[in-house]
């Protein structure tokens, strides 16, 4: 096996089918499928829809991958699948396609977990990870602050959502401001034409009595009851209510409390380096606040462009190359897929 590690890795944790393709800390191919739009009219992610999404998509868009990178299934080293965490029905489509073509090919297979590969996938854009660093991977599904000092070995969970996590937050705030779905992009545009000071929007788990027992942890279903309260209060009273100033205010809350809560992990831990992951961390607000806070405390901030911030292909080809080249040992053939995987356990040992 070469220095640098073939690697093909196959996401289905949710609504978009990925398959990327990389060589060592090089991208090759990043193909992916959405079905967002199929659960647009729903307001949020249909389990048996983004299954029957997957099945339909998982072999075209591995050979679009395949036809990108510019080889063939023989060629690859390994093959990386999402195991979990994620909704079982999706996850398994991904573990049940690898298992044929690693058992086809006669390749090893790594069932990896979903949340490490949103740290891992940064190395395909700035390089190798300095270890020890903080990472914070915000999505719709997980809010989570982690201490990664060797991403093959595992990660220390340092806090986490209580109840809504930032990404499904953004969503519910979106559907009641009439916005539709994912909400994410949505706000993040209709924001720049708002005031963020406009409302006082309350930012949770932030009192001191919150923070001794919460210090790290993060709760946005106060916030988004709070948005609704007062868009209620503006139309009984027949006002307007400012779409704008009202996104932007929501928006900065959300920020506000995950920049400040990843900087006091990194001061705590005498960490240096940030990074972001997941769905939310293309959020220009939250890429913009966090530069310029670790810029005044001397924390570098690593945070993948847009495309992989979002579920995708590469990520998991990314964590499976740096799990291969470390000589970690592969998941057995029959790997389960498990919705509620651990963040201790970066892949399925055999």
């Not at 299954?51 to 060629?75: F, K, N, Y």
């Not at 309350?202 to 027992?213: E, F, I, N, Q, W």
């Not at 990194?266 to 997941?278: D, K, P, S």
């Not at 995708?312 to 998941?331: D, E, I, K, Q, R």
């Amino acid at each position: 096996m070469p220095d640098e590690p073939l690697v093909l890795g196959i996401e289905t944790s949710c609504d978009e089918t990925g398959v990327g393709i990389v060589r060592g800390h090089t991208l090759l191919a990043d193909a992916l499928a959405s079905s967002v739009e199929q659960h647009a009219r729903f307001g949020g992610v249909v389990p048996e829809v983004a299954s029957r999404a997957h099945l339909e998509a998982i072999v075209p868009t591995m050979q679009r991958a395949l036809d990108d990178a510019g080889v063939t299934l023989a060629d690859i080293d390994a093959i990386a699948v999402t195991a979990g965490p994620g909704l079982a029905g999706a996850l398994l489509v991904g573990v049940a396609a690898a298992k044929g073509y690693a058992l086809a090919a006669e390749k090893p297979i790594y069932g990896v977990n979903h949340l490490a590969a949103h740290v891992a996938v940064d190395t395909l854009e700035h390089g190798p990870l300095p270890e020890p660093a903080v990472a914070m991977l915000v999505s719709g599904g997980h809010s989570s602050l982690l201490l990664v000092d060797d991403l093959t070995a595992g990660v220390t969970p340092l806090g986490a959502t209580i109840d809504d996590a930032a990404g499904e937050a953004f969503d519910k705030v979106a559907r009641l401001l009439g916005m539709g779905f994912p909400g994410g992009p949505v706000i993040d545009r209709t924001a720049r034409d708002g005031d963020p000071r406009a409302i006082a929007f309350p930012r949770g788990l932030t009192a001191p009595k919150d923070l001794a027992a919460h210090r790290f942890d993060f709760s946005f279903s106060g916030l988004k009851t709070a948005v609704a309260r007062w868009v209620e209060a503006r139309e009984r009273s027949g006002e307007p209510v400012p779409v704008a100033d009202v996104a932007a205010s929501f928006q900065d809350a959300v920020c506000d409390v995950l920049t400040a809560k990843a900087l006091d992990a990194c001061r705590e831990h005498g960490v240096e380096t940030l990074i972001i992951g997941g769905g939310v961390a293309a959020n220009s607000r939250l890429r913009l606040l966090a530069e310029e806070r670790a810029a005044k405390v001397g924390v570098r901030v690593r945070v993948p462009r847009p495309q992989l911030c979002t579920d995708n292909g590469a990520m998991v080809a990314a964590l499976g190359s740096h799990l291969v080249a470390a000589g970690v040992a592969p998941s057995p053939l029959d790997l389960p897929a498990d919705s509620a995987m651990s963040l201790t356990s970066i892949r399925v040992a055999g």
